[in-house]
């Protein structure tokens, strides 16, 4: 704590996880019926969130992380693994779908406050359906209505936007309603997927800011999913890496980012503009470090007595003290074939043969 | 970076941007979408207009090259492009203004290619109706085009599905400097993209621009990535600049409320951990007064008087 003036993490005070998730892998069939492939989206992610703890899951577009916020919230079937939820198996209690249960416990918000609130309905519609439907409108008409501005107030907004309309509410106001949402079945774990990146930049951190005050006065564990390092480490208390549907590196956010251990998560990043330190940019580190994703040659823990490097299995390191719970996947355990992200087809173009270079006049 | 810095004020002006106001008229009531906007970039320069949605800067952009359509009008100010003035071209001055002189990278460029043509024709098409040049010639230089942007050149006969969205950004790059422009407006270039993409597009940029020279109007709410790139820039509020200064300067000592506000908004990836707040949600400057100088080329419009912009005010609203 002696390195900030805020708090950072409420400790949990019962050891089991808020959420975890073991083995999880998610496949998407290609081609037509009888085809036989598909897409690896997920592979063997394991990721826990402790109590009132905020998670940040970062990792640039396709990586898998939107498909393990929607596995987590029963809007996708997992192709293996198991969430537990409170220590309970909730793919084996409630195997076709979400119960309402379930729902109690797991909320989202979504990325794009726009296409979430239905243009048609006050906001006061919203919050009174969400209590109404997990019976929590307090018996009486006054409670409800006691209840409604509650909420509305929570998130920082005033009691008369109730009556507004979506469309008279900026972005931010918007998100705050699907917050407010959220909020009102009183919820165990909440997963906000880029709850910022459709907002103006200057009320993005109000948001974060809120998303903070709901963990530190209500205690609700969160799932924070993002491109955005910079806020990801403001907000979470750890980061956990995702690259090509598995994770990579995670570890306690400042520890994580000051030393960075996968060559993944070095180039994601060196990649944050940070005017500190402009004119950085090294062309040739970076092509070092695209190399060194696909197929290094060598690990850093090498002679590490307690795992034996392997290409084969996703070995974990152990990175630095034990106390910021740090660990990186051995760089030498080769990522899926198939695997090969924006950041690593941003290659420039090689020297090709020159019967290619040719083109025909 | 120092060669167009030591070329910056030494030259007139390439594009100079006088009391610019444009207005979106409605049958009812009417909207001052730019307000009163000054500003000029020489030789060389890179200029960044920071901003978030809705404040005028891309409506600035499309003045300039002349591509605003009804409901909007330029109501007053002048646009000088060297020394010619633009507001008066004629549809076939205009014609040869546009990617000769000035060209433009849109937003989420990449999506403007055209699917069902290569992308050698889409480069052809650019040298054969505006240069005149043979097919051969053409695509020739569209080789060497794509080069410049490291795109290896057999990608000529590609579609734009087969390429990554990186490399059609890059593409779209490399067509806006074909004619080698003196002014390069770049609008969200990198928005859509990856940050890993999206910083190796912006060296580009700027290695392009070392190489041939070109001035650049950058236009992003990436307050970061401006100040990285830019050499001036203005920070636009409502319609109107409500500060403008070296790019370093607005990072180190920023002087509206605005800007402080939009610097806050950015955590910092190194360092303690501190509260930041932002702009407070339903926090309005209204009435913004004309720029007056602060220190040696820093220029901010005054917002003590007025009480609703005070920082205690954001501070509290922030709660």
């Not at chain 1, 900030?4 to 069939?29: N, V």
């Not at chain 2, 020394?83 to 076939?92: I, P």
């Not at chain 2, 490399?167 to 074909?178: E, N, S, T």
Request: net charge negative; with cysteine.
């Amino acid at each position: 704590m002696s390195h900030s003036a805020m708090p950072t993490s409420t400790r949990p005070t019962d050891d089991t996880p808020a959420l975890e998730i073991r083995g999880l892998g998610k496949q998407f069939p290609l081609g037509g019926l009888f085809s036989r492939e598909s897409v690896r989206a997920l592979h063997g992610v394991d990721l826990s969130l402790g109590r009132g703890e905020i998670v940040a899951l970062v990792g640039e577009s396709g990586s898998g992380k939107s498909t393990l916020a929607r596995c987590v919230a029963r809007l996708e079937r997992p192709t293996t693994g198991e969430i537990l939820l409170d220590g309970v198996d909730v793919l084996k209690r409630d195997r076709f779908q979400a119960s309402r249960a379930f729902r109690a416990q797991v909320q989202m918000v979504f990325q794009d406050p726009f296409g979430s609130l239905n243009p048609a309905h006050r906001i006061e519609h919203f919050l009174r359906r969400s209590l109404t439907i997990h019976g929590k409108t307090g018996g009486s008409e006054k409670e409800t209505q006691r209840r409604l501005e509650e909420l509305i107030t929570t998130v920082g907004l005033q009691p008369d936007m109730l009556n507004s309309y979506p469309h008279e509410l900026s972005g931010g106001q918007r998100q705050r309603v699907a917050i407010a949402r959220a909020l009102a079945v009183e919820p165990e774990v909440i997963l906000a997927d880029e709850p910022t990146s459709m907002l103006d930049v200057s009320v993005r951190i109000g948001v974060l800011n809120l998303m903070r005050k709901l963990r530190d006065d209500k205690g609700i564990s969160m799932l924070y999913i993002t491109h955005d390092l910079a806020s990801a480490r403001y907000l979470a208390d750890r980061i956990a890496v995702m690259f090509a549907g598995e994770i990579v590196e995670q570890g306690e956010s400042l520890d994580l980012l000051a030393n960075p251990a996968h060559p993944y998560t070095q180039l994601l990043v060196s990649a944050v503009p940070d005017p500190a330190r402009a004119g950085s940019y090294d062309p040739v580190r970076r092509a070092e470090l695209r190399q060194a994703v696909m197929a290094s040659t060598s690990c850093a823990f090498e002679g590490d007595p307690n795992q034996a490097c392997s290409s084969e299995e996703s070995v974990r390191h152990q990175v630095g003290d034990p106390e910021n719970r740090h660990w990186v996947r051995c760089h030498l355990y080769r990522p899926w074939a198939g695997a090969g992200g924006h950041a690593l087809a941003g290659e420039p173009a090689l020297p090709a043969d020159d019967s290619e270079m040719k083109v025909s006049a | 970076m120092t060669v167009s810095q030591t070329s910056l004020g030494s030259h007139e002006p390439v594009l100079e941007v006088k009391d610019l106001t444009v207005k979106y008229i409605g049958d009812t009531r009417s909207t001052t979408a730019v307000d009163r906007v000054s500003f000029s970039i020489g030789a060389g320069e890179i200029f960044g207009l920071a901003g978030e949605s809705g404040c005028g800067k891309s409506t600035i952009a499309n003045s300039i090259m002349r591509l605003l359509k009804d409901p909007a009008k330029i109501a007053g100010g002048s646009i000088r492009f060297g020394g010619k003035d633009v507001l008066a071209m004629s549809t076939e001055e205009l014609r040869r203004f546009r990617w000769q002189d000035v060209a433009m990278v849109f937003q989420s460029a990449m999506n403007s290619l055209n699917p069902v043509l290569t992308i050698g024709e889409q480069i052809t098409d650019i040298y054969s109706t505006h240069a005149g040049y043979s097919r051969k010639e053409s695509l020739h230089r569209a080789g060497q085009l794509l080069e410049l942007v490291r795109i290896n050149p057999s990608r000529l006969k590609s579609y734009p599905h087969q390429l990554s969205g990186g490399m059609r950004q890059r593409a779209v790059i490399a067509m806006a400097v074909a004619l080698k422009p003196s002014l390069l407006i770049l609008d969200e270039p990198t928005t859509a993209l990856d940050v890993v993409v999206q910083q190796e597009i912006m060296a580009q940029i700027k290695e392009l621009q070392r190489e041939l020279g070109f001035s650049v109007l950058f236009i992003t709410h990436d307050m970061s990535l401006m100040v990285e790139l830019s050499h001036r820039m203005g920070v636009m509020y409502g319609g109107r600049i409500v500060e403008t200064a070296k790019a370093s300067e607005i990072h180190t000592n920023p002087q509206h409320p605005y800007t402080q506000a939009l610097m806050g908004a950015f955590p910092p990836l190194t360092g303690p951990r501190v509260p930041l707040t932002g702009l407070a949600e339903g926090v309005k400057f209204r009435n913004i007064l004309d720029l007056t100088e602060v220190f040696p080329g820093h220029f901010v419009a005054p917002s003590g008087d007025s009480p609703e912009i005070t920082p205690a005010v954001l501070e509290g609203a922030a709660q």
